[in-house]
Nanobody, 128 residues
């Protein structure tokens, strides 16, 4: 059974940083597409950072490019999202998701419903 468990959310002031973690189990972490998505109240879920094994580099949404970094620790089966220079509009529930297929990270971030497995999310709140 595939499981994804996120952690690391919390309350931070604008300009601050958070690092989210997502531990995966039940699948091979090196045969994957993995991504971070977020959903703010009243808005649709959107892809933030996605990586597929066929990619030379991760894909980032324009809204987070240069501020967020996705990284993977294969030994720990964990994917991270380092979020710096946080803005109030980054407030959302953040989810990690996995697909056993290898479309591009850009495809997955732009089509969240194409991901097969989801964690339950972790809330990140950015205050002024």
């Amino acid at each position: 059974e595939v499981q994804l468990v996120e952690s690391g959310g919390g309350l931070v002031q604008a300009g601050g940083s958070l690092r989210l973690s997502c531990v995966g189990s039940g699948f091979k972490f090196d045969v994957y597409a993995i991504g971070w998505f977020r959903q703010a109240p009243g808005k649709e879920r959107e892809g933030v950072a996605c990586f597929s094994r066929g990619d030379s580099s991760p894909y980032y949404a324009d809204s987070v490019k240069g501020r967020f970094t996705i990284s993977i620790d294969h030994a720990k089966n964990t994917v991270y999202l380092q979020m710096n220079s946080l803005k109030i509009e980054d407030t959302a529930v953040y989810y990690c998701a996995h697909s056993p297929n290898d479309y591009s990270g850009r495809f997955y971030c732009r089509n969240p419903k194409s991901m097969d497995h989801w964690g339950k999310g972790t809330l990140a709140t950015v205050s002024s």
